[in-house]
């Protein structure tokens, strides 16, 4: 083993770590926004409840992935400083305009978010949640054009040994991050309505234990003593079934145009040896269905698709000596670890959404939530985490052994001042380091979700009248970050 290895290790671990708050961020923010503007304009004080409720667990999660998402940059001074002089003139500008523009936006307007119970109108706070889910978002559309251009690299020349970028446009518009954003944030939709069903389906088999008189915790949120958690549970199998729904669309995309640009990592997802017309899908090995890949990959079942054998030679001539070829399985058990968790949990939402619906057009009551749909839900909290950290490692694994497609080896990206044993105890610091910070998580989660929505006073963003000062002095804080 060497420093390129551990190097390797090493960012492959902080960014699934790291990983794990990007999705939930993206996705929590747009469904607690959605449930405060539910509040705001129906006036009911179950969707402030739960507005406050998620909001908290957001806050948790989004600070957890700032303090995370730093440790990456430093590591392509640190680790990676050849990478960076290659790609540092081409990832400058989409780089500094998810700082400046997208993070900034995020990170000011939560900041008034947060502070602003009680002080700002309320339209002005329902605009402040928005406008910080709009940079979220935004965020994540520059950090995956910069990614895309990895696999894909387009409007640059190549001048000293150094990517220039020429056309900043076509850097943004890159068809592969035009297939990448959707379907990654998409799968982020999927990972936050995971973890909105998991903590419903918690809470609904407490209340079923408990009773509903339980205070604080099963207050009925409408007339004839419906969970107020079926609420956020509805919301979240809309979100999850829209959002697969997208997954499938932008990866039906990406898949016809890695055959046309990253044909190698099809093949090592396919476990397509060599160049075969109308190739088979294999869900398992030993199982094929047959012209499935070939249609899959450009709609035509008679089409070759390139195996990685007949590839690897193809690049050794073309690159010189090497092995151009992936992990195979890695990349071949993460492709269907990816589809198989991804479709189960889309699935879960649309048996939800059958499960909750009314009984009757005329009586208008919905459907009591069985316990064992409850208890299913508690896995809609792995399942999609898991699939979408396959989904990257089938990314970023069947890329190499190229950092930047077809221009920069990951062999020659490490720096080559860093030794084995400073990466080796950086690696370890860090490990330790994550270890007690994913601790931290858990137990702010868990304690959270435990507790439950506190109760809220019926309106706190008016401001009080100063005939209503003794009023306002009895009113306890409801919400504390």
């Not at 076509?170 to 939709?189: E, I, K, M, R």
């Not at 490490?414 to 990466?423: A, H, K, M, N």
């Not at 690696?427 to 007690?436: C, D, M, N, Q, R």
Request: charged share 15%; proline share 6%.
């Amino acid at each position: 083993m060497d420093a390129l290895d551990l190097a390797r290790w090493q960012f492959g671990v902080t960014t699934v770590y790291h990983f794990l708050f990007v999705p939930l961020t993206i996705g929590l923010g747009v469904f607690v926004a959605g449930l405060q503007t539910a509040w705001h304009r129906t006036g009911k004080e179950h969707y402030l409840r739960l507005t406050k409720f998620f909001g908290k667990l957001f806050l948790i999660n989004f600070g957890m992935g700032v303090v995370t998402g730093i440790v990456q940059e430093f590591q392509f001074g640190m680790n990676w400083s050849e990478y960076s002089i290659f790609v540092g003139d081409v990832f400058g500008a989409p780089l500094a305009l998810e700082a400046l523009l997208a993070f900034f936006l995020e990170s000011t307007f939560l900041g008034l978010w947060i502070f602003g119970w009680d002080k700002l109108p309320k339209r002005i706070h329902l605009a402040t949640i928005w406008a910080a889910v709009i940079g979220s978002n935004l965020s994540a559309y520059f950090i995956l054009a910069a990614n895309a251009w990895m696999k894909h690299p387009v409007g640059y020349e190549v001048v000293d040994g150094r990517a220039r970028m020429t056309d900043l446009w076509a850097v943004l518009t890159n068809s592969t991050a035009l297939a990448q954003v959707p379907h990654v944030v998409g799968g982020a939709f999927v990972v936050a309505g995971g973890f909105v069903l998991a903590v419903c389906g918690y809470h609904l088999l407490r209340e079923r234990r408990s009773g509903p008189a339980d205070p604080g915790r099963t207050t009925p949120a409408r007339p004839g003593g419906a969970s107020m958690w079926r609420t956020p549970m509805r919301a979240a199998l809309v979100m999850v079934a829209i959002a697969g729904v997208v997954v499938v669309a932008s990866g039906d995309t990406s898949a016809r145009l890695l055959y046309e640009q990253q044909p190698m990592k099809l093949a090592a997802a396919e476990g397509l040896r060599h160049d075969t017309a109308g190739a088979p899908f294999s869900p398992v090995p030993g199982v094929e269905v047959p012209k499935l890949l070939s249609f899959l990959s450009t709609h035509d079942p008679n089409a070759v698709v390139q195996g990685t054998e007949d590839l690897q030679a193809t690049f050794v001539k073309q690159f010189g000596p090497g092995d151009y070829r992936p992990n195979l399985p890695v990349v071949f058990w993460s492709f269907r670890v990816m589809i198989v968790f991804g479709l189960t949990t889309v699935g879960l939402s649309v048996l939800g959404l059958w499960l909750t619906r009314k009984r009757r057009r005329a009586a208008g009551r919905p459907r009591e939530i069985p316990a064992w749909f409850a208890r299913s839900c508690l896995l809609a909290l792995p399942l999609p985490t898991i699939a979408i950290i396959a989904g990257w490692l089938l990314s970023e694994v069947g890329r190499q052994p190229w950092t930047v497609q077809g221009e920069l080896l990951t062999a020659a990206s490490v720096s080559p001042g860093v030794s084995l044993t400073e990466v080796a105890v950086s690696l370890a610091i860090f490990t330790a380091l994550y270890g007690v910070l994913a601790l931290a998580e858990a137990v702010l989660l868990v304690r959270h979700v435990k507790t439950g929505p506190e109760p809220v006073s019926p309106d706190p963003l008016t401001r009080p009248s100063e005939d209503d000062e003794d009023r306002a002095a009895r009113l306890q804080p409801t919400l504390m970050y």
